[in-house]
């Protein structure tokens, strides 16, 4: 999915990049339960776009990569209601607009034409203390309203002013809610950029959709097969799936420059192939004096990224248990995204790929078991002879700069993922999402 977080690349570790797009057949379920409404659930479609590879759009991401699918979710903004085009991201929190109808964009939400639009005054309290995670903070433009600025480690920015409007999801209209209404981008690419309306913002800040709407729970499950799933807002009884483990939510009070205090951050504790746990001592998976170190499950990053220590020894004992089943490309100037050094090639010919040892990434209370297809991913546009290039999808976070591990949305597929805001805690189980969406009626 389209990202963009709020931190540069020293404040905020996580990390967005793409390598094409695919097509992302979804299904948005939302049950209002425990939110301001209270409605039957209302079923929005997600959708996406395929671009072809060369001509990636360059969305103002914390870094100059982009991920593999971009969701997408249209909803009706203002009075009367315009529709928009938003990309659903955790690893954000204030959801925002492009607002600037001076820029030849496709799509833009009109201030002027929304009765119920109201900007916030830098004076008011959700400008003085809501904005609190904002890298940089928001401060008072000339006709003091609130002015929000988000600037990012490819040069990307964006800014305009805080302001309130109502929001349609499905028939149902939820006022007030805060958003960007953004009159100022850069980006090398805004042609592309243009293509969505803005980004709905889906972390643990106090601005972001989930905190406003006072979701305390949603989840979701993407298929490894077709790329279709699901994405459920508000609480549901799940006794039909397997039980979920919880791993907890990392709380740091103390702000720390390195440390993202609104990402959903977990301990990760070790790290096994097939059976065996690898020797990495337990310091390097926990958060220095800095907050460096913090490990993040991000739905808005497309593969796994370990920092060197550990990535170094998960390398070491994969290349070791595939040797003789996978022939290694040898070529020491090819790095797949910048951080990906151990690829295989792989015949063209042959129906699947030999039998791979598994890795598990053990959280304190629950694992996440990746295998089979999920370890290597193909390359697009790169061959030799009648071999193809598949690369590890674990990378190292040294070589992208990077100061945390990232748990990638690669590796959630075919897992229930539950984000428990009201207890703190994830909750991880391996299903089927394309019979999980079934299980709900969806047709996905």
């Known amino acids: 999915m389209k990202v963009c977080t709020f931190c540069n690349s020293i404040q905020n570790p996580s990390l967005k990049f793409q390598s094409f797009l695919l097509i992302f057949s979804a299904t948005i379920l939302i049950c209002f339960t425990e939110s301001k409404l209270q409605t039957p659930p209302l079923i929005l479609p997600l959708r996406t776009q395929q671009i072809p590879s060369g001509s990636l759009p360059k969305s103002p991401n914390k870094l100059p990569f982009h991920h593999n699918v971009t969701l997408t979710v249209t909803v009706a903004v ?50 003085t203390n809501r904005t609190r995670d904002l890298t940089i903070p928001a401060s008072c433009d000339s006709n003091k309203l609130c002015h929000a600025m988000l600037s990012y480690a490819d040069a990307s920015s964006s800014e305009g002013n805080l302001a309130a409007d109502t929001f349609y999801i499905g028939s149902s209209g939820i006022p007030g809610l805060v958003f ?18 803005g980004l709905m913002g889906m972390n643990r800040g106090s ?19 077709d790329f279709s799933g699901l994405l459920l807002l508000g609480d549901s009884n799940f006794s039909w799936i397997t039980p979920l483990n919880y791993t907890p939510l990392i709380q740091i009070s103390t702000p720390l420059p390195y440390f993202d205090r609104v990402a959903y951050t977990v301990q990760l504790e070790g790290i096994k192939v097939s059976d065996k746990l690898l020797p990495i001592p337990k310091s390097v998976f926990i958060p220095d004096h800095t907050g460096a170190g913090q490990t993040m499950v991000d739905s808005g990053t497309q593969f796994t990224f370990l920092l060197g220590p550990a990535y170094t020894a998960l390398r070491t004992e994969f290349l070791n248990q595939t040797s003789g089943i996978l022939k290694v490309s040898d ?55 009648n071999d193809s290039l598949h690369c590890f999808t674990f990378g190292n976070s040294d070589l992208l700069g990077v100061e945390a591990y990232v748990i990638g949305h690669h ?18 189980a391996e299903v089927q999402c394309d019979l999980a969406g079934q299980r709900f009626g969806l047709t996905v």
Request: net charge negative; proline share 8%.
């Open 207 to 225: 601005l972001s959709f989930v905190s406003q709407m006072g979701f305390s729970k949603f989840s979701y499950c993407i298929s490894g097969s």
């Open 180 to 197: 960007g209404c953004m009159d100022s981008t850069f980006s090398s690419n805004s042609d592309e950029d243009s293509k969505t309306t």
């Open 331 to 385: 070529d020491p100037n090819f790095v797949f995204q910048g951080a990906m050094d151990l690829c295989y090639w792989v015949p063209q010919g042959q129906p699947k790929l030999p039998p791979l040892p598994s890795v598990s990434i053990m959280f304190r209370g629950a694992e996440m078991k990746v295998s089979d297809t999920r370890l290597l991913y193909r390359v697009p546009d790169q061959a030799k002879g």
């Open 78 to 127: 203002g009075t009367p209601p315009q529709n928009v085009s938003m990309v659903i991201d955790t690893g954000s929190e204030l959801s925002w607009l492009h607002c600037n109808k001076t820029r030849d964009y496709n799509n833009t939400f009109d201030p002027t034409q929304s009765t119920s639009y109201s900007p916030v005054p830098c004076s008011s309290a959700t400008c």
């Open 411 to 428: 590796h959630q597929q075919n897992v229930w993922m539950e984000f428990d805001l009201r207890n703190s805690r994830i909750g991880l």
